[in-house]
Structure formats: structure tokens, C-alpha cells
């Protein structure tokens, strides 16, 4: 067995064959490391893929809790008067709704009305906003940021100064309840909103919000406290299951919640109301970056679409496979896929003609040269019960 | 890293072949087993008397994290494949040096299986090699 050259999982080497830099460790890296993490590099980091086995950890987020180390994730702060402009004019969603202690989820796009990055917008004040943005994406969308920001407001990438981890899972709540009266208040905070908290000693703050499809909270610290966060939530969760969580985990999880990776499901090649994040952008909001181009793209047609996909022969869809129709002829292509530890199928994401996106819509996954049956599946695949 | 059984050899790509006849049999080791993770799919492309060639591969592996080919560590005639993997693909995790044999091959040459590395050899190729 050897992984084969063209490694159908780019989502776990991105990064190792895009650059030379060296790779960059979080300050948990001992954490991982102690814990019988597998180190691998992504996006430039050198990060655990998985712990104890990636159904394991899963599984432990889908029934108890998981936490997950993703320091690796870009933070940029824009402050000042305009602050609350220059947010709203580069991002696709209405920055202008929200209230202070809330975020959302946008995308944010170039003139073209393709995808340069999808990230969560906070705002802590009407001249105070933080945006998190994806590792593999840091420099492009921090260098646009910056360049909008000019002459206009204050901007600073704290992506080097910030630690973030994300604890999830239906008990992830009681987990931060043991850590004291801050930790037990976060249970207060609603999907999308965040606030300040001390936690096992760490000044923190904790936004409502995670990759997984379940409750959970992520939380900012500063870098170098990160280990003693850790540690504290490790030691107070360990009694409730929570267990250490890897990519590998994270990858799957997101994949059944149908959570859009960037550079797999969605990049400058696609357009959000294609890749089904229709409701992200808000054209009637006023001028922003892409506008123009996506009310384009609205008013006509879409001829391709994301949609779930499940094998139903025996084979497993990954990120490049060609998508067939039933006679043979390629029409589109698969943009994740793997196993689901927790629905039980092998499931996937793709791009197919608008035509063939109905549910149940049959197909071909060329896998390698072979081509498997599946069939165009609802998503999320995976939903919580509330 | 669990103990490498001494009674058969071992190749670069984490096969092992075990035989002192013709007619070898083949599976993946553990050290294979560790780097897919939790299997899911093992497909033998082969069937009796299908003829492989060392270095080519005779079927696939998925794990929930990846793919990865399975490789002839020597050339033969397919005398029987373990059916029982196709239903059962978590063997490979639970006794990938027992169950989970994967193939048995008749050698084109009972000698080439002497050119694979023993178990010190292969012990000491991960220690060098793999990490």
C-alpha cells in the first residue's frame, strides 16, 4: 500500500507541494503531540489529522464533545469610525444587521462574483469588527482588507497574536459550565453571538459558532495561552467524553453538516449562488464587491449546481473525481467526499448541470477509472436533533 | 508500533507475503493499517487464476481519510482471493497479519520472495524510511 502520487485527499497535504516556506506550529503543538496526535501538514501547518482514529473522534462530537485545535485560522481586526463600511462593502452578506456580540457567516467575493474566501464577520462594536478568514487564504484575504482599509479605518492581522479552538458537541456547553460562572453563562449565548469570557484563568472570547453541525462554542485567546485552555477544557470535559479532535474528524463532520470547504467545494472558480450559498448574499444591501456580477448571475439560469451525492456502489467519491451521467459522458465533478462516519453512507459534494440536481437524480462517480453508481442526495446529509 | 511476525517477509510499500511453497499469501501490515486509519472499503480486482506482476497493483484501500493502491509484492497466478473482506472490511483493522489476508499467490518464481526484506530488515526500513 502506498498513498498513491496524485493524493485523491488534498485537503489534508494542501499546502506541502504550493510553497517551500517552512511549516508553522500552533502553541498546542506539544498538546498534539503529548495526546499521540499524527502530525501532517496542512495549509502550512504542521497539525494532527487525528488522535485516536478519525470515526472515533467523530463519533465523540456527534454524542459527547470534541475540541479541536484551529489556531491556524486568520484573524483580522478592523477598528475606526468606517470600520463598519469598509466590512460591509467586501463581504457579500449584511454586515449592517448585526448587533454588537454577533457574527455571521459570508462570503466574500472579487468583481467577478466568484469566492476568494468564505469567513465569519464579528462585530464586537459599530467601529470595532473581527473577521476570521481560512488559513490557506490568510495572506490573499488580509492583503484585501488591508487595501480596502486604506485611508479608511484602522486594520491589524492578529492571525500571529490569536489562538482559536473549538469545543463541539451536544455536551460541549456543560463542558465550559465547569470551568466557572463565565464558562456557565456562555450557555446563554445564542447561534451566531459571542462574548468575553474568563476561562480556566484565560482571558477568552467565545462566539456561538463551529464546523461540526453541532452546538459548540470556538474560542479566541491570546497565542500563547492557548496551552492552559486547553489543558482546562481537556481536564473538564475528559468526565463528560470529550476527547481531542484532528482534521480528518473535522473534515468528515463539516461534510455531513454540507459546511462548503474553501479550495475544495468552493474558490475563485465557483460563485456562491451555485455553490448553494444563495443566502449569504444580499444584493438589495447597497454596493459591495461582486454585486454586479451576482445579480447577473441571478437573473439568469444557473447551468451548474452543488449537490450532495451518495455512492450507492461500492467506492467512495474524493475531491477531482470526474461525475458522470448515466451513459458515461462527464458533466461534472465531485468536490469532497468520504466516508460518513455517522450517516453511514459514502457521501460527497460535486458540481453537476442544473438539470441532473434533482434528489435521486442517478449518476457515475468515475473513481479512478471505475465508475460507481450514486445518486444525487438531499443535505445536510446530517442534522441535529434541536 | 506492535511486533512484525518473523515468520514471513516484508516490502517497501507495507505488503507482507508469507510462504515456504509456492503458493504465498498476502496482506497489508500494520504499520499500513495505522497510517490509513478506520478502513471502510477493500476491493480485490483479482480473481483465481488472474495472472499480477510484482509492483502492480491488484486491488484498492479506502479508509475514511484516503485511498490508497495494493501492490503485488510478487508475480503469480491469483490461486484465491479473501472474499470475506469485501463484507468485512474492518479485518484489516482488527488482524490485518491474520484475517485479513488479502490474496493467495502461486509464484511465478518460489525464489522471489526471498528478495523481500525479513522482519529486522523492514523494522529498521520504518524506523529510517517511514518517519
Known amino acids: 500500500m502506498r498513498p498513491p502520487l496524485d493524493s485523491p485527499s488534498p485537503r489534508v497535504y494542501p499546502a506541502a507541494a504550493m510553497n517551500d516556506a517552512p511549516l508553522r506550529r500552533t502553541s498546542l503543538y506539544a498538546e498534539h503531540v503529548a495526546l499521540g496526535g499524527r502530525i501532517v501538514a496542512f495549509a502550512g501547518w504542521e497539525l494532527p489529522i487525528q488522535y485516536t482514529g478519525i470515526v472515533d473522534e467523530h463519533t465523540a462530537v456527534r454524542t459527547a464533545a470534541g475540541m479541536f485545535d484551529v489556531s491556524h485560522m486568520g484573524e483580522l481586526r478592523l477598528r475606526g469610525e468606517y470600520s463598519e463600511h469598509v466590512v460591509d462593502y467586501l463581504v457579500t452578506n449584511d454586515a449592517r444587521k448585526l448587533v454588537d456580540g454577533q457574527a455571521m457567516y459570508t462570503c466574500v467575493c472579487n468583481e467577478r462574483g466568484t469566492i476568494l474566501d468564505d469567513v465569519i464577520v464579528y462585530r464586537r462594536t459599530e467601529d470595532d469588527w473581527l473577521i476570521v478568514c481560512n488559513s490557506s487564504n490568510r495572506e490573499k484575504i488580509s492583503a484585501h482588507f488591508a487595501h480596502a482599509a486604506k485611508d479608511h479605518c484602522d486594520f491589524e492581522d492578529q492571525s500571529d497574536e490569536t489562538a482559536l479552538l473549538a469545543v463541539q458537541g451536544p455536551r460541549a456547553m456543560d463542558v465550559l459550565a465547569r470551568l466557572g460562572d463565565d464558562g456557565a453563562k456562555l450557555g446563554e449565548l445564542k447561534p451566531f453571538h459571542f462574548r468575553d469570557a474568563v476561562l480556566g484563568g484565560v482571558a477568552s472570547t467565545a462566539a456561538r459558532t463551529g464546523y461540526t453541525g453541532e452546538d459548540g462554542v470556538e474560542i479566541f485567546c491570546a497565542w500563547d495561552d492557548a496551552p492552559a485552555l486547553w489543558r482546562a477544557l481537556l481536564e473538564a470535559g475528559r468526565p463528560l467524553g470529550l476527547k481531542p479532535a484532528g482534521l480528518g474528524a473535522r473534515d468528515t463532520l463539516r461534510l455531513e453538516a454540507r459546511l462548503s470547504l474553501y479550495g475544495n467545494d468552493i474558490d475563485e472558480t465557483t460563485n456562491p449562488i451555485e455553490a448553494g450559498l444563495g443566502w449569504v448574499v444580499k444584493v438589495e444591501k447597497g454596493d459591495f464587491i461582486g454585486r454586479a456580477a451576482l445579480m447577473e448571475i441571478k437573473a439568469r439560469p444557473l447551468p451548474r449546481k452543488l449537490v450532495g451525492l451518495e455512492v450507492t456502489g461500492r467506492g467512495v467519491a474524493r475531491h477531482g473525481y470526474p461525475l458522470r451521467d448515466v451513459d458515461g459522458t462527464e458533466v461534472g465533478v465531485c468536490t469532497s467526499g468520504s466516508p460518513a462516519p455517522t450517516v453511514g453512507k459514502n457521501i460527497g459534494l460535486g458540481y453537476l448541470p442544473s438539470a441532473m440536481t434533482e434528489v435521486g437524480t442517478r449518476l457515475l462517480v468515475d473513481c479512478r477509472g471505475k465508475n460507481i453508481e450514486a445518486v444525487v442526495a438531499k443535505t445536510p446529509f446530517y442534522k441535529r436533533a434541536k | ?131
Not at chain 2, 516490502?11 to 493499517?33: L, M, N
Not at chain 2, 473482506?85 to 518464481?109: F, H, R, S
Open chain 2, 1 to 131: 508500533m506492535s511486533e512484525l511476525p518473523a515468520d514471513r517477509r516484508y516490502t517497501s510499500d507495507h505488503e507482507w507475503a508469507r510462504g515456504s511453497g509456492p503458493e504465498v499469501t498476502v496482506g497489508i501490515t500494520a504499520f499500513a493499517v495505522e497510517q490509513l486509519g478506520d478502513i471502510t472499503l477493500v476491493n480485490l480486482d483479482v480473481k483465481a487464476g488472474d495472472s499480477i506482476e510484482v509492483g502492480k497493483p491488484f486491488g484498492t484501500i479506502e479508509s475514511v481519510k484516503t485511498l490508497s493502491d495494493l501492490f503485488a509484492p510478487l508475480s503469480g497466478k491469483i490461486v484465491k482471493v479473501n472474499a470475506d473482506l469485501g463484507t468485512k472490511p474492518e479485518l484489516v483493522n482488527e488482524d490485518c497479519y491474520g484475517k485479513a489476508w488479502m490474496i493467495v499467490v502461486a509464484a511465478a518464481q518460489p525464489a522471489s520472495i526471498d528478495a523481500l526484506m525479513d522482519a529486522k530488515a523492514y523494522g529498521e526500513y520504518l524506523k529510517t524510511a517511514a518517519h
